[in-house]
């Protein structure tokens, strides 16, 4: 099983600023990684996928990078609605595994 | 309007078995694979199980949970049998668009193990 971790659990960032979120992964995933933001009672909903293409809707202030074990998720300025709970998840091999989760939350 | 509903979830004693089901409308269910995902009380999010041309589980719930759909009612069940206290959730329903990631998603059922 690929295991994927996130870092840091925490990030504490004030609206406007710039965000910089780390997966890895415990073997390579190519580019066979999502990023999914959650808040609470909610589920969670696609960000990226490919390591670095939007999906439908998303806004340019989201951008995802990396290949390989290491991957990166940016939001450039933070907006008000962005203070949520970010999740990696690698869908290169079975099973398909999750990052614990990093919390973006105001500064 | 592309939407998935769960339904099924509740509180059940260990040992026991609960079927979930989540409806889906707005799309061409039996074109995309799908997955169950759960989130404990204040934890992360578990893939547990997908169905395409084949059908997979985490190791978790192997041997205790099946996944299986009915296209004609362009529904996804999960049957979980044996439950533990350790399979108390929300569990999600997921649409996969193609990659293995998911694109559409339930609002969850709680699932609550407990004598």
């Known amino acids: 099983e690929i295991v994927m971790t996130q870092s840091p659990a925490t990030l504490s960032v004030s609206p406007g600023e710039r965000a910089t979120l780390s997966c890895r992964a415990s073997?390579?995933?190519?580019?066979?990684l999502a990023w999914y933001q959650q808040k609470p009672g909610q589920a969670p909903r696609l960000l990226i996928y490919g390591a670095s293409t939007r999906a439908t809707g998303i806004p340019a202030r989201f951008s995802g990078s990396g290949s390989g074990t290491d991957f990166t998720l940016t939001i450039s300025s933070l907006q008000s609605e962005d203070f949520a709970v970010y999740y990696c998840q690698q869908y290169n091999n079975w099973p398909l595994t999750f990052g614990g989760g990093t919390k973006v939350e105001i500064k | 309007e592309v939407q998935l509903l769960e339904s099924g979830g509740g509180l059940v004693q260990p040992g026991g078995s609960l079927r979930l089901s989540c409806a889906a409308s707005g799309f061409t269910f039996s074109s995309y694979a799908m997955s169950w995902v759960r989130q404990a009380p204040g934890k992360g999010l578990e893939w547990v199980s997908a169905?395409?041309?084949?059908?997979y589980y985490a190791d978790s719930v192997k041997g205790r949970f099946t996944i299986s759909r009915d296209n004609s009612k362009n529904t996804l069940y999960l049957q979980m049998n044996s439950l533990r206290d350790e399979d108390t959730a929300v569990y999600f329903c997921?649409?996969?668009?193609?990659?293995?990631?998911?694109?559409?998603w339930g609002q969850g059922t709680m699932v609550t193990v407990s004598s």
């Open positions: 169905i395409g041309a084949s059908t």
């Open positions: 073997q390579s995933v190519s580019t066979n």
């Open positions: 997921a649409k996969d668009f193609g990659y293995h990631a998911f694109d559409i």
